[in-house]
């Protein structure tokens, strides 16, 4: 009986393939998955959204703040307690006294730490007023709240936690930028300016509105970095990956990868060239990158494993191999 795997692969050689087309792209095809286009529009939304640190003045519609508000009390919580208050910040006067209380705030505390330079001290002033500027240039902050007296406690900051993650994407739906943050307004501070009973526990503070400008995608790590199945292999859990160094071949090296690759006759792997670039498919998937390292290895980007080219005595392709996870799979080139 077959292994299941991620994507119900019949070998790891499947999973090697498989799983790094299916990270390639949002969209893409399985063996059992099609994704619809709500799917796919819910999926490009968690990827587009951003932590946004600067705003236009731009209001919001109240219509979009109840909006955000009512997406973020459907997340998951413990017993269905739902703990949550939301505190929506729109008067301009208070989000400046704020501001101007947080960044007095950080240099007293800096002072009472023992710094007498007035220099440094004035220099941490301009730093802390450049970031809260940003921030509070957003039209609204919405405070993240739980109630200590709620049916179970010790799982409101968990409870908090998924809800600010639900409003972040509901902002990010509505075309606003947003950022979580939690100890940039004190609690303290932040209970005693809009009078919040101190039964409530502060989760985080999140400055809503429309972006200056789109920050670009931050680098992430790779899906195979975070996913593990069953059980820890000693590459899962101890090898740290090592960045590998893309190298620059002639197109007619390239040219000689080109081509179909058997794999016990279970799977075809085909290997093109597209304006000088190899790329990797098989039935029914997108094509996934694969990049040289030297004449005969190659690796892909989206996924910790590599691809060696075998040649005979006559210098041509024969066959290829692939490397994850300390084992090797091997497909022969077909004529």
Known sequence: MPKKLSLMTINMFLTFFLVSIFVSKAGCKDSKVDFNMNQKYLYEIFKQRRSVRNFKPDPIPESHIIRMIDIARTAPTAGNQQPWKFMIIEDRKKIDHLKTESINLTVDQARRRGETDEEKLNLLRQRMEKSYDGYCSAPILIIVLTDSESKYP????????????????????????????????????????????????????????????????????????????????????????????????????????AGDYDYKGELTITITLENNQLYMESAGQQKVEIFPESDTKFFLKITDASITFIKNNENQIIEMIAHQQGQDFRAIKIK
């Open 154 to 257: 010790d799982y409101n900051e968990k409870d908090g936690v998924i809800a600010a993650g639900y409003l972040l994407i509901a902002a990010r739906s509505l075309g606003y930028g947003s950022v979580f943050t939690t100890d940039s307004f004190p609690e303290k501070l932040v209970k005693k300016i809009f009078d919040i009973p101190e039964r409530f526990r502060q989760i985080c503070v999140i400055p809503v509105g429309v972006p200056e400008d789109w920050p670009d995608p931050p680098d992430k790590k790779l899906l195979e970095e975070f996913i593990v199945f069953d059980h820890f292999t000693a590459i899962s859990a101890d090898k740290a990956l090592v960045k590998k160094q893309v190298i620059k071949l002639d197109k007619k090296i390239l040219q000689q990868y």
